[in-house]
């Protein structure tokens, strides 16, 4: 079954400090993969795709098939970045439907 | 933000009530979606539009029914409203991308529903 799963309900960090939000998925396809933030009473918003390989205010994620996941990093944490953060994945097709994971609500504290 | 606004933006109702959310787009996009929001469960997708009287059930479609008779309003109906539909709704819309792009979703700014 096509799942997403992040482990981390939240991750709370210091001001400088590195950032990893886990990321990992089960597809029997080529999987198309996403990163959507919710900043504080504000609606998602894409953050990065893989398939573009940017990084977007400091992020960025690399797709490893091996281990399935897709792990989001930012080397230097700003207390801006404090949000929750949803790995997606696309089941492809027409439909355009999105699986998403649970959630990381990531702290940055001063 | 894309043109997507969601109405009401809030709502408390009572159990056994209907209650009508209503999605509205102006991007003319194919593709509407409605998700529920809840702590420890992420973002689940409830039903989905493909087109205008072409809809199909999502991943939590209990309770739920959902019409689309213009492309730019989604609606979804909690035809006798329960307390474990209290959540937070989002709509969102993708259109349909040539073969080798992304499927982007952009998302309206929520109803945040309370049933008492």
């Known amino acids: 079954a096509q799942r997403v799963t992040q482990p981390e309900k939240l991750l709370s960090v210091f001001k400088g400090a590195p950032v990893e939000l886990k990321c990992n998925y089960s597809?029997?396809?080529?999987?198309?993969l996403f990163w959507y933030v919710q900043y504080s009473r504000q609606r998602l918003q894409l953050l990065l795709r893989?398939?573009s390989r940017e990084s977007i205010k400091g992020f960025t994620a690399d797709l490893n098939k091996g281990e399935t996941s897709f792990h989001l990093k930012k080397p230097f944490a700003q207390e801006e970045d404090s949000a929750m953060y949803y790995c997606?994945?696309?089941?492809?097709?027409?439909?355009?439907?999105?699986?998403f994971g649970t959630g990381t609500l990531l702290a940055v504290q001063p | 933000d894309a043109g997507i606004t969601q109405s009401p933006r809030h709502k408390v109702t009572e159990t056994g009530t209907p209650v009508t959310l209503r999605c509205h787009q102006t991007?003319?996009?194919?593709?509407m979606y409605w998700y529920r929001q809840d702590p420890g469960h992420g973002l689940r997708l409830i039903h989905y539009?493909?087109?205008?009287?072409?809809?199909d059930k999502g991943e939590v479609s209990d309770g739920y029914s959902v019409s689309r008779s213009k492309t730019e309003d989604f609606l979804l109906t909690l035809e006798s409203a329960t307390s474990s539909q209290t959540s937070v709704y989002f709509c969102?819309?993708?259109?349909?991308?040539?073969?080798?792009?992304?499927?982007?979703?952009?998302f309206g700014p929520g109803t945040r529903l309370t049933v008492l």
């Open positions: 969102a819309i993708s259109e349909s991308k040539a073969s080798g792009d992304y499927n982007e979703q952009f």
């Open positions: 597809y029997s396809g080529s999987p198309e």
């Open positions: 893989h398939i």
């Open positions: 997606a994945l696309s089941e492809g097709g027409a439909t355009n439907k999105l699986i």
């Open positions: 991007e003319n996009h194919r593709y």
């Open positions: 539009s493909y087109g205008v009287k072409d809809t």
